[in-house]
């Protein structure tokens, strides 16, 4: 008795691990769901200014990959089509992806090869490029100017963090959770510099005009929207989608409304 009672347990964790868990809605075709819902749930960043960054005010993350997501959105599912937005920070955002907690990614996401193992990309919506972020005056002027007295700040799970020790092996790094930490720890004088995307920098230093971008991008950094592995199809909707809004102006006006300013600087 004991042991069918046993079996019994064992069977339904079993049935838990492989039936309820999140992997399996991750499997259910995206486009579809969409469509049965009439949401597409993304996930996006809340801490990067321009692209997704909470208004306290609001309760809502606002910037271009907000905007981007609810044009998307419109032109998959139509006019009555509601985006749906949810945190995601380099460290969660593919495990919500593989969890069907999201179905899709955009977030300042660069692909990368190794990243492609795990989710499938769209095609690119943003070119960006590693850079730094000095204070004014600063004796760092390129990633030439690194060498081993230097500390240089960047964010956990960015692809900064691994192209900065390429780049500069001789340079200390710095690894902080977030963007605002990291901006926080260049103030305070704990590092010379703050290496990530100039796109993401440029909101930074919009901010704080005693800070400039220095010394070029030295990397490229193409974003890409993120779906689970074998959501061919929906990848599909979404690349149609961005042609579309490139097509009809909509792209440029998204652009032109978040880094109109910024770019002319
Ligand atoms: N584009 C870089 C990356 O995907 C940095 C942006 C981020 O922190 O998410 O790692």
Redesign the pocket.
């Known amino acids: 008795m004991k042991k069918l009672v046993f079996c019994f347990l064992f069977l339904g964790f079993i049935f838990i691990l492989t039936g309820c868990n999140g992997n399996n809605l991750s499997k259910k075709d995206s486009l579809k769901r969409a469509e049965e819902t009439k949401q597409i749930v993304w996930g996006v ?1 809340n801490d ?1 200014g321009l692209f997704g960054l909470m208004n306290i005010k609001t309760g809502k993350a606002e910037g271009f990959d907000i905007d981007i997501a609810n044009a998307l959105t419109k032109e998959i599912l139509g006019k009555s089509g509601k985006a749906v937005f949810i945190e995601a920070a ?1 460290k969660t955002r593919i495990p919500l992806l593989k969890n069907g907690n999201i179905d899709a990614i955009i ?4 692909i990368t090869s190794e990243r492609s193992q795990q989710v499938d990309f769209s095609d690119v919506y943003f070119d ?1 490029g590693q850079t730094l972020l000095v204070k004014k005056g600063s004796r760092v002027h390129s990633v030439s100017d690194l060498n081993e007295r230097t500390k240089v700040i960047a ?1 956990k ?4 963090t691994e192209n900065i020790r390429k780049v500069a092996p001789q340079a200390q790094v710095l690894e902080f959770e977030n963007y605002s930490e990291c901006f926080t720890a260049l103030k305070s004088g704990q590092g010379e510099a703050m290496t ?2 100039d796109a ?1 920098l440029m909101g930074i230093a919009s901010q704080n005009p005693g800070y400039v971008l220095t010394g070029g991008k030295f990397t490229t ?1 193409p ?1 890409g929207i993120a779906a689970n592995r074998g959501q061919t199809a929906f990848v599909e909707r979404i690349n149609q989608a961005l042609q579309k809004i490139h097509q009809n102006g909509e792209y440029d006006q998204i652009y032109n409304k978040w880094f109109g300013k910024v770019a002319q600087k």
């Open positions: 960043r990067v380099p977030a300042t996401m660069t960006a964010a799970g960015s692809t900064g990530a995307d993401i950094e974003y």
